[in-house]
């Protein structure tokens, strides 16, 4: 399985963007997926997860700003991101996992790592 992260940028605080996805490979439509992101300096630390039911799963700290989705048929993750603030600058990751069809905030969950796409917010 590949993933492809893309739809990062510079934005504003306040703002908006909305990152995509896109898996390629043996992929699984039940198995689950999620999005890790990593400031600079810091851990890589869990945002949301999403299983096939859908059942989201969100860090309290994107919880009512941030929406996880995905497309089966399109082989797509998404990230809705308003209200963006400086603390969410940070490179961002999907990850799906290999079996696993429980939306998980364990990275040892996810067998599956895209590149990443970097999110800057500006004050």
Known sequence: VQLQASGGGLVQAGGSLRLSCSASGRTSSTAAMGWFRQAPGKEREF??????????????????????????????MYLQMNSLKPEDT?????????????????????????????????S
């Open 47 to 76: 945002v949301a997860a999403i299983n096939w039911s859908p059942t989201t799963l969100y860090a309290d700290s994107v919880k009512g700003r941030f929406a996880i989705s995905r497309d089966n048929a399109k082989n797509t």
């Open 90 to 122: 940070a490179v961002y990751y999907c990850a799906a996992a290999r079996y696993s069809t429980v939306a998980s905030s364990r990275l040892s969950q996810y067998a599956y790592w895209g590149q990443g796409t970097l999110v800057t917010v500006s």
